[in-house]
């Protein structure tokens, strides 16, 4: 068979990856009000709820294209 242990490396690096990214979504969410800001998309009737949030994922979006262009810059 081929090499598991480069596989088995890739799998628990994902994970580390992920629980690192959920610790810091948890902290983001608690020191940072994103989520809620002026322009995301709030409707409440009755018993249904739609949020949709727009500059939330909009200024996201913004922050993780500049961080990610400065960690793979050549």
Do not use: E
């Amino acid at each position: 068979m081929g090499d598991w242990s480069f596989f088995g490396k890739l799998l628990l690096g994902m994970g580390l990856f992920l629980a690192l990214m959920g610790l810091v979504v948890l902290l983001m969410g608690k020191l940072f009000s994103i989520g809620r800001l002026p322009g995301d998309i709030y409707i409440q009737k009755g018993n249904f709820t739609f949020y949709f949030p727009l500059v939330s994922s909009l200024l996201l979006s913004l922050i993780l294209t500049i961080v990610l262009n400065l960690i793979f810059r050549r």
